[in-house]
């Protein structure tokens, strides 16, 4: 590779076919994020495995210059999907993401300043259009439990894998919620712990209180459909009526309120 080419340029060239030095088979793009690391051959299967949608758009607030560098290469490199804004703090974000609101936008927990947590609750009310993501190395329990009652519709850890990334990402836009396995996991421990029972079901119908048991086992749209025996359509019915009779915005939000009142086990 030249004298002078970052791991992010040469990531670059090397997706566009350029030459490189043939001792480097693979470029770390940002340098230190092993989750991100591709060769063409890899960049290229991301973004063919990507089907015909409308494009994505996403913002990134990450104060790392390393991983918002690699965040947003494999965003714009990707077919579809578009990186609008990036920034490095949550202050900055909610003074500039309004100008052009994302689809999706993935926020760290630790920012300097304003947190993500907080963030996320700030922009779900003035950014309702705006699904949040909180994307970080933090699997405690209170941090999650923050992050979905401030209304985040995603909790992902920074060591997912490229291509899941991007379908979560896919998902959230979709109107979907996602969660790292070992994320999800901890959610329904934490409030099975917490929760109380007995609850009133909320008028919720038995189908939608198997529903929620699946989502809150992990499940996305179209496992939930395929375990119940019906449509990805019907599940979206399903999770609009849950969401009315619930009060709630996005199926994390519906999750953690059916945990917490022990409407599922």
């Known amino acids: 590779m030249p004298r002078g080419d970052s791991d992010s340029d040469a990531a670059r060239r090397l997706c566009q076919g350029e030459p490189l030095d043939p001792t480097r088979a693979f470029v770390q793009v940002a340098g230190v994020l092993p989750w991100i690391t591709l060769n063409r051959r890899q960049a290229i299967s991301v973004a063919a495995n990507q089907s015909e949608t409308p494009v994505i758009r996403v913002a990134i607030v990450e104060d790392q210059r390393e991983t918002r560098e690699g965040l947003s290469f494999l965003i714009n490199s990707t077919d579809r999907f578009e990186c609008l804004h990036v920034y490095a703090s949550m202050e900055a974000a909610l003074e500039g993401i309004g100008s052009k609101p994302p689809r999706v936008a993935l926020v760290d927990i630790g920012l300097p300043g304003m947190s993500g947590i907080e963030g996320v609750r700030i922009l779900r009310e003035r950014y309702p259009s705006i699904a949040p993501v909180l994307l970080t190395v933090y699997k405690d329990d209170e941090r999650i439990f923050q992050a979905i009652c401030a209304g985040a519709c995603g909790y992902l850890l920074k060591k997912t894998p490229p291509s899941r990334l991007l379908e979560a990402v896919r998902e959230i836009a979709e109107g979907g919620a996602v969660m790292s ?85």
């Open 181 to 265: 396995p070992e994320v999800a996991i901890r959610v329904v421990e934490l409030f099975r712990k917490t929760q109380a029972p007995g609850q009133s079901a909320a008028g919720l119908s038995p189908q939608e209180l198997r529903l929620l048991r699946l989502l809150a086992e992990g499940h996305q749209n179209k496992t939930a459909a395929a375990e119940l025996g019906i449509s990805v359509h019907t599940v979206s019915f399903h999770l609009r009526s849950i969401y009315e009779k619930l009060h709630v915005h996005s199926r994390s939000e519906a999750v953690a309120r059916a945990l917490r009142d022990g409407l599922v086990e």
